[in-house]
């Protein structure tokens, strides 16, 4: 049965998702259940930038929770996509949209994309987010003094982990809180489960199931004996140095993440509305922090000043839920931000989570825990894919070019003589928002891997496909493009919510 007593350990993001998405599914479906936080007001955040992905909007929307007054209170920005900048080869630029055209046009198979890249042209122009962001436009119009969205696909949004987390802190209902630090996890010697946990001040708190957000510290499943599991092998960066940069008054605010890739990796931008958070991924192989520091000193002309240096061990534990300890976000896995896989990956989990704990016995956690593994491992692997590149001009870029795992060269080697479809991607469990082919195709038509002869030899076979295809593509292009010019700036919209950077 669902447990009566919750306790979350960490706050911050990941925690107090968790403490509201379980307390609310325990709600809805009627279990008495009391829910806690712990969490220490000793402990701070970098706060360099956090993108999402949008199911975090659609988390607002069933919660309830203002999105102005979100975007307003924590200085978040509006986020459409990915702009990868110098990945293909130096020069070279391409976006990834996060809407799907083809939710609104009823093809079977993906046509739209199929299209575009049988005439060789980019996808993304059947996207309204890349009119969007191309012209750094929000996602509302003003009609008779409202906000009316101007498409029907969900935005996601960029913004401050610390203040993201005050805020959802402050909307929780019915939510006990301790400011505190666990000193030491108590455990059934036969079992293994945690039956308390003694704090600093003093206390002993007991539970019937602990939820892990204290990050790398791993403070509570650490304990219960989880292997890590390296992808060390197979991505090619591991350190980060990030920094903040100031955004001049007045200067527009792009709605999208700036991935863009370097001599020994990449650097991520992400706007809030007072600041940019960035840093510098890199691999410790080819260059040291200090030379990292340098090259984007070059890069930028200026100086930055290096708020931290992150060893990243990517990989996760093979068991994210282990006897009575689930845990979530970076306890649970860590990945080089590069797709926002982090606070998407965590309200999965815990939809996966709510899903099966009315009846949390050893099946439920050995779904639970393929699932939440199998999402990692999938996001590993399209992380990996935006480094096969045309570019051999630094000794980085030529080592990652000989080391592509063989599982990803031969789907790679398929997706040449076709473009990938939904076919190609097993359904995750529940239905639930997964790295399916509509965020593979911007990524593989940027970076050159698909092949326009085969597109087209493919619609020369379904001539009625190509003549539908031909007809949605040239109006979804018009409409799209009448949007986003009726669509507010993105540095006016967020201007009007009563928030200057």
Known sequence: MWPRRICVVGGGTAGWLAAMMLGDSARRGGHPCEVTVIESSKIGTIGVG??????????????????????????????????????????????????????????????????????????????LFQHLLSRNKSPFAVVDGRHIAVGPFHHAYHFDQALAGKWLRS?????????????????????????????????????????????????????MGGTWVSYRDMLPVNRAIPFWLDIPKGEEIDPCTLAWAQGSGWMWKIPTQSRYGCGYVFSDAHITPDQAKDEIER?????????????????????????????????????????????????????????????????????????????????RDFIRLHYVSERRDTPFWRDVAGNLPPHLADRLAAWGGRVPGAADFAPFPMGLPHTDHHLHVPVLDGLGLLDPAKAKDWLAA????????????????????????????????????????
């Open 171 to 223: 909307k929780a209902k019915a939510i006990a809180t301790i400011d505190d630090q666990v000193l030491r996890v108590e455990r059934l010697a036969e079992s293994g489960d945690i039956t308390a946990l003694h704090l600093e001040g003093g206390a002993r708190v007991e539970a019937d199931l602990f939820v892990d957000c204290t990050g790398f510290r791993r403070a509570l499943i650490g304990p």
């Open 299 to 379: 890069v930028l002309g200026r100086p930055i000043h290096v708020r931290n240096d992150i060893r990243i061990d990517a990989g996760r534990l093979d068991r994210q839920w282990i006897g009575n300890c689930v845990a979530l976000g970076l306890s649970s896995s860590f990945l080089e931000p590069l797709e926002a896989t982090s606070i998407h990956g965590t309200v999965v989990q815990l939809m996966l989570l709510a899903s099966v704990l009315p009846n949390p016995d050893d099946r439920a956690r050995l779904a639970f825990n393929a699932a939440s593994a199998r999402q990692v491992d999938d996001f």
């Open 50 to 127: 956090e993108g999402t992905t949008a199911v975090f909007r659609q988390m607002l929307q069933h919660f309830g929770l203002d999105e102005m007054e979100f975007l307003a209170e924590t200085g978040a920005t509006i986020k459409f996509g990915i702009r990868h900048r110098d990945w293909r080869r130096l020069g070279h630029s391409y976006d990834g949209p996060i809407d799907d055209p083809h939710r609104v046009t009823g093809f079977e198979v993906n046509a739209l994309d199929l299209y575009q890249v049988s005439r060789g042209e980019s996808v993304g122009q059947v996207h």
């Open 462 to 501: 379904h001539p009625k496909l190509r003549a539908q295809a031909r007809a949605e593509a040239a109006k979804l292009t018009g409409e799209y493009k009448r949007a986003a010019g009726r669509a507010m700036g993105h540095r006016a919209f967020l201007d009007g919510l009563g928030v200057t950077a």
